[in-house]
């Protein structure tokens, strides 16, 4: 479908306002201003379009939240009735509203069996910032008010709130505001590729788990609270780790007692062809954070599955927790998420990503790492990346990078972007995280369009002449 949409929009207008007015997420203005930023003005499916009538693949479901695609209309409507029934009302003085009871009903049953309680947030971060309040409170109220230590994970992304940041593992993010905060550390990533030169896959899944138990005895175990992790990285480039590295977590949480956070904006949801990723890796959290997927993004919201060991403390002993938000269990937000679930449900979305998309993607995926520039390529349910190399060996331990000042992964990522694919650069490691409602002729449609955007990168490349050797 092509729409035309170039003369409802004045690009340039709305781009000079964009850079007079608006301070982006994660963004260098003065490099923006220079171009100007794109556009988007609708959405269908896994499709884009912007404000010159580009149509664009959206490989990224917007930022990992798309799940069951654009323009939904049964969501929009959800969300009027609800606002026209009742738009806000707090959840703070003994009051309550029907979307949020009904949706903290249906997290309840759809999560693992240890969880029938939710702790609702505006997004992902402030879940975060709820997950440490809530670790340290159980502890305290236990009477171990030293346990207030959060292990978490180099190249984690944990949100950009002041704890959220901090939790997470991103240099350049603790290099502005003065983070981490006291009381979290941070231990090596499962990243097989980075790391595990010289072992199996197994045998690193467990090394790396490992470096969970020295940090434990380093600290010293009863000032641990909590340790917190993605079950796959997802910012930090979808890191995949290793199938042994989950369970040997889960066993020194246990052989510990410390809490494990499984933080899963990403991996909730259906991302990974389970409601929830913790069901796959073998792990039993005791708090998962969810965000993103639960409404799809159509709507913000957030907030923190609380299991029974920590629920039951919280709420039999625990009296008032002194934290929460306006928007805490918006009723709005909730409408959204309970359509977007039902959806999830009746489309067997979820489904269709564990039994038949995602192994298809996974094999139509797998190909692109025959292409000369691609060393490796992964992918787990609904999320995949591929490294861009120099030169590719049989063992990919031994594929020469590039000089990562040149900046390949963002040259690559200008040659999706301008040929109608959203692809993310993560350094020279180009990741998707499609809508789960793309289709297998979708899949080869956007598979055709990676392995042309490549080849673009690779002439490219060449006639800079970085592929020194050639
Ligand atoms: C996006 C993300 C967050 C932060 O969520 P926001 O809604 O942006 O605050 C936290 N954790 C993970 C794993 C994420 O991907």
């Not at 982006?24 to 499916?45: C, I, N, S």
């Not at 959060?150 to 950009?160: D, F, L, V």
């Not at 907030?303 to 625990?318: C, E, F, M, T």
């Amino acid at each position: 479908m092509t729409i035309q949409l170039k003369e409802l929009y004045d690009t340039a207008a709305i781009q000079k306002l964009d850079t007079a007015h608006y301070m982006h997420p994660f963004t260098d203005h003065q490099a923006l201003g220079e171009k100007g930023a794109r556009v988007m003005v609708r959405g269908e499916g896994i499709y884009l379009w912007d404000s010159e009538g580009n149509k664009i693949l959206d490989g990224m479901s917007g930022l990992w939240c798309v799940n069951v695609g654009y323009g939904r209309k049964s969501i929009s409507d959800a969300v009027y009735r609800q606002m026209e029934t009742l738009p806000f009302y707090n959840s703070f003085f003994n009051t309550t509203n029907v979307p949020a009871v009904l949706l903290a009903n249906k997290l309840s049953a759809i999560s693992p069996p240890q969880f029938n309680h939710v702790y609702f947030t505006g997004s992902g971060s402030e879940a975060n910032d709820t997950n440490l309040r809530m670790v340290r409170r159980y502890w305290d109220v236990l009477g171990f008010k030293e346990r207030h230590t959060i292990i978490s994970r180099h190249n984690s992304y944990h949100g950009s709130t002041v704890a959220g940041a901090s939790l997470g593992g991103m240099t350049d993010m603790h290099a502005q505001g003065g983070l981490p905060i006291p009381g979290i550390v941070h231990i090596g990533q499962p990243n097989y590729l980075e790391s595990g030169r010289g072992m199996t896959e197994a045998e690193f899944g467990i090394e790396a788990a490992s470096w969970l138990e020295q940090k434990i005895l380093e600290v010293g175990a009863e000032k641990v609270a909590a340790f917190i992790g993605e079950p796959v990285q997802g910012a930090g480039g979808v890191i995949i780790p290793p199938a042994t590295y989950w369970p040997e977590i889960q066993r020194i949480c246990d052989k510990y007692g410390i809490l494990l956070i499984a933080d899963e904006v990403i991996c909730g949801f259906g991302r990974l062809g389970r409601w929830f990723a913790s069901e796959m890796f073998g792990i039993r959290p005791d708090l998962i954070t969810f965000a993103k997927g639960v409404t799809s993004g159509y709507i913000p919201l957030g907030g923190v599955l609380v299991g029974d060991r920590v629920a039951d403390v919280l709420i039999k002993q625990g009296g008032e927790f002194n934290h929460g938000f306006t928007y805490s269990g918006h009723p709005v937000a909730c409408a959204a998420a309970l359509e977007n679930i039902r959806i999830l449900e009746e489309e067997k979305l979820i489904e269709r990503v564990a039994d038949d998309t995602g192994p298809y993607l996974k094999q139509r995926f797998a190909e692109l790492a025959d292409h000369p520039l691609v060393g490796y390529a992964d992918s787990c349910g609904f999320v995949a990346g591929l490294n861009l190399v120099r030169t590719k060996a049989d063992n990919p331990h031994d594929n020469v990078a590039f000089d990562s000042a040149l900046g390949v992964g963002m040259v690559c990522r200008g040659h999706m972007f301008g040929n109608g694919m959203i692809m993310r650069a993560v350094g020279d490691r180009m990741i998707i995280a499609p809508p789960l409602v793309m289709t297998r002729e979708q899949i080869d449609e956007m598979i055709t369009l990676i392995r042309r955007c490549l080849d673009l990168t690779h002439a490219d490349i060449k006639q800079r002449g970085w592929l020194q050797g050639e």
